[in-house]
């Protein structure tokens, strides 16, 4: 191997800079020319790939977002743009990639990779901690830290006027965000996509809340709970609890931002570096991911249709016992 390049996908998680900058040196270090793509899969196929050295990721490990820029492209989807794609890296001599992203970008790292023989290392890049093989993927821990961050302040304003707040979480179909933040922010209660939880259960948790003087609750529900996000929720439980006014608060996009924790960074760091020694090695189709406190790696195969529920069981038995 002696040219690689490397792309971001899908959705921005914090932490993909640490990861690009481990990509780009562990590279260089052992003497391979290094390229990145800008705007993931769509920057292959516009040949949108320059030259990286060491310096140009400089300054990068503490900045959210991706300097290499991500995007979701359709074209990447059809045989006409994958063989355009294909025909950009050979232009360039690359015969390898890393990339970083969430389930669809392995979907099309999966094809592309046996359609044209390119050796593609996967990482790990979603804040949604939607994948199997890594205990956490790239994000996860910075974008639950965003929303402790935002349900304390919640919590002060909560507590100050006897208010139930329902505060909306990302994480699509994965409820991992969610349990975290719940367990990490002290919630009343937690609505997940993995769980069923009745109105009728919560309602009479927020009672006993109420009747046990609570001043205030927080519910964190998740964006993909069956029932509806947390404007629906509300609204249902208003009809039938009056106890506090009742407030809604949906977090969007904030988070997806921000400088990444600690943790992101190291993550980032080892997975990047790892993705370089797996090429190395002479092996394809992986993904790298963190398991235990060990980078162990699985097939992007398995990591895309293994993927179940992830959420602690402790951490769910919690979510009853200490919000008593
Ligand atoms: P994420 O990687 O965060 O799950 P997306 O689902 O948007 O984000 O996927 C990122 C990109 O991966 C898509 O915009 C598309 O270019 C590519 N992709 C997704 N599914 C496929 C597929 N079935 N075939 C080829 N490319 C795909």
Redesign the pocket.
């Known amino acids: 191997i002696k040219n690689i390049a490397v792309l971001t ?3 921005d998680a914090p932490g993909m800079n640490a990861c690009i900058r481990a990509v780009v040196r562990t590279g260089i270090y052992n003497g391979i020319n290094m390229f990145g793509v800008l705007q ?3 920057g292959l196929i516009n040949n949108n790939i320059s030259h990286m050295d060491a310096r140009s990721v400089s300054n990068i490990i503490h900045l959210g977002g991706t300097v290499l820029k991500t ?4 074209e ?2 059809t045989d006409e743009g ?1 063989e355009l794609a294909y025909k950009n890296l050979q232009a360039h001599d690359i015969d390898a990639l890393v990339v970083i ?8 790292a999966k ?2 990779g046996e359609k044209f023989g390119i050796r593609i290392i996967g990482v790990p890049g ?1 804040i949604d901690n939607d994948l199997y093989g890594s205990d956490f993927t790239l994000g996860y821990d910075t974008a639950i830290n965003t929303v402790i961050e935002a349900v304390d302040k919640i919590r002060d304003t909560a507590d100050s006027h006897d208010r139930l707040f329902f505060i909306e979480v990302m994480g699509r179909d994965s409820g991992c965000i969610a349990l975290r933040s719940a367990i990490s922010c002290g919630a009343e209660a937690v609505l997940l996509p993995e769980k069923e939880t009745s109105l009728n259960e919560l309602i009479t948790k927020l009672e006993t809340g109420a009747s046990t003087k609570k001043s205030s609750s927080i519910v964190i529900v998740s964006e993909g709970h069956k029932d509806g996000g947390a404007y629906e929720v509300a609204k249902k439980v208003k009809e039938r609890f009056n106890h506090y006014d009742t407030k809604v608060t949906i977090l969007g996009h904030l988070q997806r931002g921000g400088s990444p924790s600690s943790f992101d960074r190291i993550l980032g760091s080892r997975l990047g570096f790892a993705a370089i020694n797996e090429l190395l090695k002479g092996n394809t189709m992986l993904m790298v991911g963190l398991r235990g406190n060990d980078v162990k790696t699985t097939s992007i195969e398995e990591a895309l249709t293994k993927h179940t529920f992830k959420l602690e069981s402790d951490l769910l038995e919690m979510t009853k016992v200490l919000s008593i």
């Open positions: 996908s899908g959705g993931g899969y769509q995007a979701r492209c359709l990447f989807k994958m992203g969430g389930d669809g970008t392995f979907t099309g094809r592309f979603t």
